[in-house]
């Protein structure tokens, strides 16, 4: 069916996100050790500004990722929506931020290629075993359930199988938790979209939210960005909540987040270390300056939070 392919196309994304930032990797804009194992190859050049907009984006995110991790001193869960391939778990453990649970949702699909690799590579899977302390870890071709690391396949559509399943998993309330979205929810309507981040709110009473993606979607440049992926017959869905930095914020203020903030990324990216963005502009000569600029105000970070505990959770940010 139209809905069957629309959703093929948009697990498809996680490749995407997965080739750019082994190429990013590969030129040494930042160190992923263990991307290589997700993407067989370094795959074709991937254009200056590319790179430097995925060095935005994993050195923004993990900022505030981090952040809350050393707020709460690793006593936390964190939940990625829409994890695709991505390398947290690894990197968390090897900087002993390894909070004690990471969760990943995504499509049963990329669950089960994601599950494949972690099997067939002991350099992914013997960290995850190091860190299980009794025998009952579960990893068959759909689920991975570990002390420290679960993988659940579900739809971030279904907020009642969703909840169902993170439960039988083992997901705690009354912990602190931070939720990480990295382009995932645009891909769904905004009624969608702002279900599961109600649904977030309601089920934690100190919670963060991070989600990245594409802002200021109404210009020139955004249509253009729109029709290249729906040449790929990937519709985003959620286009509308994108419009600008405060309907961001809406989102989550309209649904029981106590606080909100958003930058694009052009900001984030000016206020990111400046002797680490001194090293990675001297990386590959990039004459479309106003490329750059252009593509990083299409995208940003938001981050909301709510905060019982009184951690301190409205000051976290760059
Ligand atoms: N967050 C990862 C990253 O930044 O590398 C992957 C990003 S990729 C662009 C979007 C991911 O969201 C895909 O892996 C896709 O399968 C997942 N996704 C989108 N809609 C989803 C849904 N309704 N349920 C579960 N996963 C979904």
């Given at each position: 069916t139209d809905s069957d392919t629309a959703d093929e196309a948009v697990r498809a994304t996680c490749d995407d996100a997965t080739t750019c930032k082994r190429f990013a990797t590969s030129k040494s804009y930042w160190k992923d050790p263990y991307i290589q194992y997700f993407a067989r190859s370094v795959g074709e050049r991937k254009a200056p500004e590319i790179n430097r907009g995925y060095y935005a984006r994993v050195k923004g995110v993990n900022l505030l990722l981090d952040a809350f991790i050393k707020k709460t001193d690793c006593r936390c869960q964190v939940i990625n929506l829409?994890?695709?391939?991505?390398t947290t778990f690894w990197r968390l453990k090897d900087e002993n931020l390894l909070p004690q649970k990471l969760f990943e949702v995504d499509f049963p699909a990329v669950v089960a290629k994601k599950i494949h690799y972690i099997k067939t590579k002991p350099p992914l899977s013997k960290p995850i075993i190091d860190v299980?302390?009794?025998?009952?870890l579960l990893l068959d071709a759909h689920n991975l359930e570990s002390d420290r690391y679960c993988i659940v396949g579900a739809d971030l559509r279904d907020i009642s199988s969703l909840d169902e399943k993170l439960k039988k998993f083992h997901l705690n309330p009354e912990l602190p938790t931070v939720f990480l979205s990295e382009c995932v929810l645009?891909?769904?309507t905004p009624s969608q979209s702002s279900n599961l981040v109600h649904w977030a709110a309601e089920t934690f009473h100190t919670a963060m939210f991070i989600d990245y993606e594409q802002v200021n979607m109404s210009d020139r440049f955004g249509q253009v960005m729109i029709e290249n992926l729906q040449r790929r017959?990937?519709?985003?869905?959620?286009v509308e909540a994108c419009r600008s930095l405060d309907s961001q914020k809406e989102r989550f203020l309209r649904t029981g987040w106590e606080h909100a903030d958003a930058l694009d990324m052009m900001t984030v990216y000016s206020m990111l270390p400046q002797e680490d963005v001194a090293r990675v502009e001297r990386l590959e000569f990039l004459d479309e300056k106003e490329l750059l600029q252009q593509l990083l105000q299409h995208y940003c970070i938001c981050w909301a939070s709510k905060d019982k505990l009184s951690l301190g959770l409205s000051q976290l940010a760059f």
């Open positions: 829409g994890a695709g391939l991505d299980h302390s009794t025998d009952s645009v891909y769904m017959q990937c519709t985003l869905a959620g």
